[in-house]
């Protein structure tokens, strides 16, 4: 019994019947959509699919996930209908190598994407083209950061990027703190006026379409909730700064080098806490417009009947300091809770509704789980769980552990943005880490229901209970009474990377060299040279 006939049959649910009719690689798209149709509990095709993606969303900032502040009814309606898994994590906390973990269902360790610069290339799976494979129309709309430039035209239908965030010859908002990084700007334009915007009335279109019945995956790589700090002028003064819970405050003991380091670079310690509250407010204004966009996209769904036959997804690819700790957006090796921990809501037709769980899954679940909606089947050993099994009602897998990556090694200058990658709010971020790369040096985590250890062999190292401490103030590495937590977390960690690093090639190599003809180009290949496996 190969991976994915295990997969299908441990979910114990139509998925499985269609995974079966999707194991020749061969099948039509015409015969996995009969299989769809047929399979127990089944009554339509395989389902369209859309990934919603904020970007830089944090999962406690949204009310579904418990925040007592912020007004997010379209995501908190969705989780109603749907399901909401509490505990999910990333596997690393920057854009490029969180995207391309969830495209592949490999920690990033597997094939080293820990940078803004190196994306998935065409020898590399992932999870578009195995679904243009199977027969799906792929739509892209937003930024990249997942994808090498050579891999688009077998993984992508269609794709448009956005900008930064503003719709082209809109007026630049004001920086609110000159002399100081803070990210934190003023108002800007209309909610209807933003690249998101534009790009969701994009992809709003494809749910009209008639001219073909292929299924569809849409992509909405979003801009906001990301820094800089600033939205439309009706979101930006939605949440009063002095009412906000109060933050988690800078200059806590035993925190890694780069909490220090990012506050004197970017001019942090300048600001107050009631500036400090206000990036946390204009944050909670971006997450609130893009729960207006979520909104705009539900209705449309209503409308034109797609909500029957598509699955929705909306998750972020990390989360963002906004405020805690005295810092502002992330850092690639910051492996805090309000990085690591993000939304991940899912609505799949036939599924049933109002599930909430609170077992540990990972971002890069995402895949595996799309891959059985659709039918089909991955050609690469991954580590991607389906979640399907949860969202028909059963049981989470309690025991699970969410790991996570972080960081460059000082030795691989070619993984660190480079210095003339760019300036303005983020030239402290560039000159920080090319200056003092210790400061970004690899890190890892694991986290469990009850602790978190992240461990930096090249600088502090953290440990954490979130039965008296959820939000990770109090730095309990090397502490006696915690010991033996340390070294079970220790072990899972090294456990970890035993299981998943070093992931071979499907195919293999011949061992005899070549015959040399270096004169003759006219022979054709010798036999030998074929493929071993068939």
Known sequence: MNRRQFVGLSGGTVMGSILHAGASTNASAEALDEAAQTASGMSMKRPNLILFMPDEMRADSLACYGNSVTKTPNLDKLAAGGSLFKNCHVQFPVCGASRCSMLTGWPTSVRGHRSLYYFLRPEEPNLFRYLREAGYDVFWFGKNDALAAQS???????????????????????????????????????????????????????????????????????????????????????YNPSSLPALVPPGLQKKPDFHEGIRERYGLKKLSDTEFRKIRAVYYGQVSYSDWLLGELLEKLERSGR????????????????????????????????????PLIARVPGA???????????????MQTCIDLAGTQTNHT???????????????????????????????????????????????????????????????????QTHKLILRPQGQSELYSYRDD?????????????????????????????????????????????????????????????????
Not at 211 to 226: D, G, N, R
Not at 352 to 366: A, N
Request: net charge negative; aromatic share 10%; charged share 25%.
């Open 152 to 238: 688009f035209a077998s993984s992508v239908t269609y794709w448009e990027q956005g900008t930064d965030g503003r719709s082209p010859g809109a007026t630049r908002p004001t920086d609110l703190t000159p002399g100081s990084l803070s990210m934190l700007y003023g108002p800007a334009g209309d909610r209807r006026q933003t690249s998101d915007y534009r790009l969701l009335s994009e992809a709003m279109r494809i749910l009209e379409r008639k001219e073909s019945t292929k299924p569809f995956c849409i992509f909405l790589p979003l801009i906001q909730p990301h820094p800089p700090y600033t939205i439309p002028e009706d979101f930006y003064n939605m």
């Open 307 to 342: 909500s029957k036959d598509t699955a929705l997804f909306v998750m972020s690819d990390h989360g963002d300091y906004a405020g805690d700790y005295g810092l502002v957006e992330k850092w690639p090796s910051g492996l805090e809770d309000c990085l690591t921990h993000i």
């Open 352 to 366: 049933k509704p109002g599930v909430v769980s609170d077992g540990m899954v990972e971002l890069y679940d995402i």
């Open 382 to 448: 991954h580590f991607s769980r389906s979640m399907l099994p949860v969202m028909e009602g059963g049981s989470a897998d309690k025991e699970r552990a969410a790991f996570a990556e972080g960081g460059y090694n000082v030795y691989e200058p070619q993984c660190f943005e480079p210095g003339g990658a760019g300036g303005g709010p983020y030239a402290g971020k560039i000159g920080l880490q090319n200056e003092q790369p210790v400061m970004v040096s690899r890190s890892a985590m694991v986290r469990t």
């Open 470 to 534: 959820p939000r990770e103030e109090h730095n309990l590495y090397g502490d006696r009474g915690t010991s033996a937590v340390e070294a079970e977390l220790t072990m899972k960690l090294l456990k970890q990377f035993i299981n998943t690093t070093g992931i071979a090639p499907m195919d293999k190599d011949p061992r005899d060299a070549p015959p040399f003809y270096p004169t003759r180009t006219d022979l054709p290949a010798a036999s030998w040279q074929a493929k071993i496996l068939d």
